[in-house]
């Protein structure tokens, strides 16, 4: 079991970057598929970014590709989600996942077991 906490969050001008952080507990963080998922008011939950266990995999939707960046630092079990060029429609709370498939990302529609809490993304226009 593996538990997720995010942070970074917070408010942004179009145009601006953020940096995601989620860090794990518990054990073979490094046996966990990672992903970011995000979701606005009223919406459903959006898929964002997913990397595989060792990091040499990644996998975006186009909404985001160009964008945004993850990566993951199996040392410090953290994994990343950089954003630039932020748009007000990238705005919602940013929600961490892990799941032991892999080694290669997991991109839904597979699900992921572990999420963390979530954090608030706002971009004002």
């Known amino acids: 079991q593996v538990q997720l906490v995010e942070s970074g969050g917070g408010l942004v001008q179009t145009g601006g970057s953020l940096r995601l952080s989620c860090a794990a507990s518990g054990r073979s963080f490094r046996r966990y598929a990672m992903g970011w998922f995000r979701q606005a008011p009223g919406k459903e939950r959006e898929f964002v970014a997913a990397?595989?266990?060792?990091?040499?995999?990644?996998y975006y939707p186009d909404s985001v590709k160009g964008r945004f960046t993850i990566s993951r630092d199996n040392a410090k079990n953290t994994v990343y989600l950089q954003m630039n060029s932020l748009k007000p429609e990238d705005t919602a709370v940013y929600y961490c996942?892990?799941?032991?498939?892999?080694?290669?990302?997991?991109?839904?529609?597979?699900?992921?077991?572990?999420w963390g809490q979530g954090t608030q993304v706002a971009v004002s226009s």
């Open positions: 996942a892990a799941d032991q498939k892999g080694p290669g990302p997991v991109i839904p529609p597979r699900p992921y077991l572990y």
């Open positions: 990397i595989s266990w060792s990091g040499d995999s990644t």
